[in-house]
């Protein structure tokens, strides 16, 4: 595996949303993760690392996750990728719910590729796996690195908590379903990325997160 995984989290939007740099500390390339806004922001950490950006990844398609991704893939001249299709109707409607909750430029965003259950994304010669884990929203996915034992997980899960499912298009029981299913069994050494608040481990989760206990 080329190098190894670096990653930076930048708080964006007054949801304070962790967009995260992702790159090889050997290629210096590597993606920026859910772009929801204050794209200055976040250029400024991409120079301030030294790295080249490839690509944008979306983990699913509410306004703090990719109010920004159209504007940056402008900017950056990079292929977005993610999140799966079934997020699509809230792709579209971004400036409607970005005028809804007071951040201003939000544009409407089609992903250059859409992710399915399967799928592989790179990012400077990192690999990670796709999982479509619906239930924050339809087509919430997390992007896992088999080798780092490392996932970005969007809204899926936090730490102590599991992502809102009282939005259109959640289910409360179809979250569970996936982390439990999906997300728990690669390994409680996994270390995770959320879309808000600290980082953490599946193992941890799974044995005091108060929402995945039977």
Known sequence: MP??????????TPFQQNCTLIWSDETKIGAVVDPGGDLDRIEAAIQAQGITIEKILLTHGHIDHAGGADELRERLGVPIEGPHEADRYLLDSLPETGANYGIEGARAVTPD???????AVTVGGLAFDILHAP?????????VSRDARFALV??????????RTDLPGGSHDQLI????????????DIAFIPGHGPT???????LTNPFLQD
């Open 200 to 206: 953490s481990t599946l193992g941890e989760e799974r």
């Open 177 to 188: 379903r996936a982390i439990k299913e999906k997300v728990l069994p690669l390994g409680d």
């Open 113 to 119: 590729r859409w992710l399915v259950e399967g799928d």
């Open 3 to 12: 190098g190894t995984p670096r990653a930076g989290i930048i708080p964006v």
């Open 135 to 143: 239930g924050h929203s339809p087509g919430s996915v997390v992007f």
């Open 154 to 163: 969007g809204d899926v899960v936090f730490k102590g908590s599991v992502g």
